[in-house]
């Protein structure tokens, strides 16, 4: 169930863990309040990192891409699936040992800065095999990871989406190409390195303490996204408190309707809401949820809520259909929900 915060979000947590795309910026165009709400947060002492799944753009790049917004970054704030499998791969494999690697410059670059040795053949005997994306991918590449995979060498993978946007379209992803070596090899990866796994958050965490001093408390952590079923599920995997903003693909419907692994513990029209005390969505009787002056109740096989304009209304809703949902009094697929069209504050 949704919960709420007795401070500010900026106040009650202390590092903030951000997804980038659809909730920071959009492409090339940043998101609608999102630089100056995260440069108000840090102004009021909380932490941020940024956690991609993207495995092929260096730290800097993107570092310097968000200085271009006005935001004050450096490189190692950027937690790239590179950074965490490069990491991943270092605790299981003896130093310097031979890694063969499919992916970009930056992939090789994090290995290396790990103290393995990148090669590209078979007939070098990898103990590992690391696999990431990247649009120059060949079959030979594939080939060469799917012959060492067979042959014993510990196979990890930098994340498993299946699809990645581009400029003309969906195009395959990451995790399409894993499965190409999947289907050879029979081999599953031995870890993911990208959300929906937690690891991603447990190295951020790790690395915003540069790893000397005690590192942030979990439950001073908070993992912000707009995905439910990569940033959500992640920090619902690691123990993570998780705000999902509706600034990118989660929408209303999904949230009505997530199941218990899928759902955030704040929702936010933006990231405005860091600098607010999220208000508790409580329950009146098993059939209605108040969250402060809005309602959402259910009336035969009907959700009917006090305003559709209204995240409070929203987060009502959401407590409402998750409680009946998990209590199997109604089948929440065939109820009529409120169609919510979240005005702009």
Known sequence: MLKATEQPI??????????????VYRGKNAVDHA??????????????????NNSSRYQHTVAEQLRG???KVEPWQIITSSVVAARMVAREVPEGANVLMVGAGHLRQELERQGLKVVERVEDNPVAVVQGWYPEVTWNELANASYAVERGAKYFVTNRDLTIPRELGIAPGSGSMIRAVITATGVEPVASAGKPESAMYDEARLLASHDGSTPVPKERCL?????????????NRGGYDSLVVLTGVADPKQLMLA????????????????????????????????????TAELVDNEVKVSDTSDVNALRAACNLLWY??????KSIADLRLPDFRLQER
């Open 69 to 71: 917004f006005g935001l």
């Open 10 to 23: 900026e106040v009650a947590y202390g590092l903030a863990l951000l997804d980038l795309d659809g909730v």
């Open 223 to 235: 993992a912000i996204g707009d995905r439910l079923d990569t940033d959500i599920e992640a920090g």
């Open 324 to 329: 009946l949902a998990d209590c199997g009094e």
């Open 259 to 294: 199941e218990p692994h899928l759902r955030p513990t704040y929702i936010s029209r933006d990231l405005r809401d860091l600098h607010e005390v999220m208000p508790e969505p409580k329950c009146v009787d098993q059939h209605r949820f108040v969250c402060e002056n809005a």
């Open 35 to 52: 630089f100056e709400s995260i440069s108000k947060a840090q102004s009021a002492g909380m932490s941020v990192e940024y956690t991609t």
